[in-house]
């Protein structure tokens, strides 16, 4: 079965702080590769894309890389603020999805920074 | 443009009885898909379309149906509720013309008694 994880499942850190969060993916079939933003109650906000063919997208404070050779995905958030906490999603789409283009979601990372 | 909206924000249900999710989208995309958000499952896909009058059923679609009268709206009605179609219910929608970014909606939070 494809599967997304995300590690750690909670990160809390101080602002300020340059900051990881990690995804892997059991298939390096993808058409692409999402990171979201959902914040407690709400919807998810997307951060950046990844296609297949790209290695990194950035977009202000976050930068994220795509590895397909190792599965694995992680964003890099500069200098973190209190604005920032949030649970974090990685969510890939597998070729195998086809036409339903079918968004394989991790459990996410719930990120606290500490002002 | 206001994206993807979904109506209602909240709602509670009997068992046995029957609704509709509305989402509706103004961004012209012919991708328009349903999932639901549950504790430690994480988000599934319950149906999808590629464009007015296509359908098609995603991971968990039983006791959900939708159809397709437009682009812009991709409604999901629930025949007869039970209290395991308690979830997060979110619509998406995505351009067809690439492998392109999916944009959420605010979700609806359901609960069935």
């Known amino acids: 079965k494809q599967e997304v994880t995300q590690i750690p499942a909670a990160l809390s850190v101080p602002e300020g702080e340059n900051l990881v969060l990690n995804c892997s993916f059991t298939d390096s079939a993808i058409y692409n590769l999402q990171w979201f933003r959902q914040d407690p109650g709400k919807g998810l906000t997307s951060l950046l894309l990844i296609q297949s063919s790209q290695r990194e997208q950035t977009s202000g404070r976050l930068n994220a890389s795509l590895d397909k050779s190792s599965g694995r995905s992680t964003l890099y958030i500069a200098a973190s603020q209190p604005g920032d906490s949030a649970t974090y999603l990685c969510a890939v789409m597998y070729r195998s999805s086809g036409s339903a283009r079918q968004l394989t979601f991790g459990s996410g990372t719930q990120l606290t920074v500490l002002p | 443009n206001a994206g993807v909206t979904q109506t209602p924000k909240f709602q509670v249900l009997k068992t046995g009885q029957s609704m509709t999710l509305q989402c509706a989208q103004d961004m012209n995309h012919e991708y328009m898909s349903w999932y639901r958000q549950d504790p430690g499952m994480g988000l599934r896909l319950i149906h999808y379309?590629?464009?007015?009058?296509?359908?098609d059923q995603g991971e968990v679609p039983n006791g959900y149906n939708v159809s397709r009268s437009t682009t812009e709206d991709f409604p999901l009605r629930l025949l007869s509720a039970a209290p395991s179609q308690t979830s997060v219910y979110f619509c998406?929608?995505?351009?067809?013309?690439?492998?392109?970014?999916?944009?959420f909606g605010p979700g609806t939070r359901l609960t069935v008694l």
């Open positions: 998406a929608s995505s351009s067809l013309s690439s492998y392109n970014e999916q944009f």
């Open positions: 379309s590629v464009g007015a009058g296509i359908t």
